[in-house]
Nanobody, 123 residues
Framework: VQLQASGGGLVQAGGSLRLSCAVS????????VGWFRQAPGKEREFVAA????????SYGGFVKGRFTVSRDRAKNTVYLQMSSLKPEDTAVYSC?????????????????WGLGTQVTVSS
């Protein structure tokens, strides 16, 4: 199983970024996918998750409508569209594939993790 996050970068506060998570075809078709982030000196934090068929989504409490998770079946890719970014959103963002079709906020639900992508929001 391979996952690769991309799309991070430097953006000003109030700006937007779209992160992508390329997933191997078999995993994409059968597993929920989650996004997590970790800032220096802080614990890993749940950002968003989407079910295997895209029918269910879940978001961390801090998101407050600013982020949208989606998946493109044709491209085996899960996206995280982030808007109204704040300096406190600065972190390394990683995607992970769940154990089977489940999804949720707990990292223990996820079996495979990809390398993260750095998001830096300047004030």
């Amino acid at each position: 199983v391979q996952l690769q996050a991309s799309g991070g970068g430097l953006v000003q506060a109030g700006g937007s970024l779209r992160l992508s998570c390329a997933v191997s075809k078999r995993t994409f078709s059968n597993n929920g996918v989650g996004w997590f982030r970790q800032a220096p000196g802080k614990e890993r934090e749940f950002v968003a998750a989407i079910s295997w068929n895209g029918g269910y989504t879940s978001y961390g409490g801090f998101v407050k409508g600013r982020f949208t998770v989606s998946r493109d079946r044709a491209k085996n890719t899960v996206y995280l569209q982030m808007s109204s970014l704040k300096p406190e959103d600065t972190a390394v963002y990683s995607c992970a594939a769940a154990r089977g079709s489940g999804m949720g906020a707990s990292p223990s639900l996820y079996q495979y993790w990809g390398l993260g992508t750095q998001v830096t929001v300047s004030s």
